[in-house]
């Protein structure tokens, strides 16, 4: 199919009532509340992409023997719609999200999605379900876009057959009770990725195997794992979800390099770029274990927070590990996180100037 052609409406021919939805989605908190259509697109060997469609949620019936259940041949995106004061919807840097997606399926052996397939869907899915923003402070829409093997088969080669969806979700803020500093546990015993492996891509796996971590920093009272490299078990590498930030006191910024094994993050991305449009001093390099608790302890660390697309900037206040324990800054929310987090609020809301046109309208 061309990659140009309408996406087919099949309505809902049961949405959920109006009175229903507004309970639904007056306080949706992140992830449980889904609105009543999807996205769908076929690939296959002999067809390409084709059957693109705007249908009703429902189940999946699927063969025990699809090949995602087996092989794990998945991957997934995660972006937002925002509606702005005026009325109007937009979309923060889809684009990007399309380039990854196309990154992941690469290295998953997987056909490369179109973009205009990619962005063409979600707009679809927007407009049909318009209807599901919450107006509560903070909310929009989340968009989920995955891609999975569909194929009927048991045999370890890529799959002749996938699924593309995209699922549209009613969201509050990421974090109940509101943006409030974290405290994180700093995995020695699990790696989140390693070199040649899958850590640049957004597979489910990646995921999978962050859980495990993630449960002992709970066990452990804190918020969130950080994980360190898996060959030195020495460098900080970022959150089971999110990528992580430095701030210093003399004002300059760093953050991780990507150099294989760290998910390149469109919310990372757009920090750097406006780190360096307000001037400030941005590196990417390699930061330790060792030299976060030094800095944190002699006060030349001021702030560090991490940052994704669900939870925006979130603030770390406290890192643990077997046999230490420090404080970053007062263990508060930092000037320059709570900035970087306004601005960027302001430019996918609408409210401030978006000079690197980051905005996508949905018409």
């Not at 399926?105 to 209807?131: C, N, Q, T």
């Not at 859980?211 to 020495?234: K, N, P, S």
């Not at 990417?284 to 944190?296: G, M």
Request: aromatic content about 10%; glycine content about 10%.
């Amino acid at each position: 199919m061309s990659t140009r052609a309408p996406f087919v409406f099949e309505p809902n021919s049961a949405p959920v009532p109006a009175s229903e939805r507004a309970g639904r989605i007056a306080d949706p908190a992140f992830g449980r509340v889904f609105t009543d259509h999807m996205a769908m697109v076929r690939w296959s060997d002999d067809k390409g992409w084709h059957d693109a469609k705007i249908t009703a949620r429902t189940t999946l019936t699927v063969d025990p023997a699809t090949a995602v259940l087996h092989y794990a041949q998945e991957i997934f995106e995660g972006l937002k719609a925002y509606r702005h004061d005026d009325g109007s919807i937009a979309l923060f840097r889809p684009a990007a999200n399309a380039a990854r997606f196309r990154d992941s399926a690469r290295r998953m052996a997987m056909p490369e999605l179109p973009d205009d397939l990619f962005i063409g869907s979600i707009e679809a899915l927007v407009k049909a379900d318009a209807d599901w923003f919450p107006s509560v402070e903070g909310g929009s829409l989340y968009l989920r876009p995955f891609m999975i093997a569909s194929e009927v088969f048991l045999g370890v080669k890529p799959a002749g057959e996938y699924l593309f969806m995209v699922l549209a979700s009613s969201a509050g803020s990421y974090w109940k009770g509101g943006v409030r500093p974290v405290s994180l546990w700093v995995s020695h015993d699990y790696s989140r990725a390693a070199p040649g492996g899958t850590g640049a891509a957004k597979c489910g796996g990646n995921y999978a195997t962050s859980l495990v971590a993630q449960q002992e920093a709970i066990r452990r009272g804190c918020d969130q794992v950080v994980f360190l490299d898996a060959t030195e078990r020495r460098w900080i590498e970022e959150l089971g979800g999110m990528n992580i930030f430095f701030v210093f006191e003399d004002g300059s910024i760093q953050t991780p390099p990507l150099t294989g094994t760290i998910l390149p993050g469109i919310t990372r991305d757009s920090i750097l770029q406006m780190a360096r449009d307000a001037g400030l001093t941005v590196r990417e390099e390699l930061y330790s274990i060792d030299q976060w608790r030094a800095d944190a302890e002699s006060g030349r660390l001021t702030e560090s927070f991490a940052c994704g697309t669900a939870a925006v900037v979130t603030p770390i206040g406290k890192v643990a590990g077997p046999d230490y324990a420090f404080t970053i800054g007062t263990g508060g929310t930092g000037q320059t996180t709570q900035r970087f987090l306004d601005a960027l609020t302001a430019v996918q809301r609408g409210r401030a100037p978006d000079p690197h046109n980051w905005l996508h309208p949905i018409a």
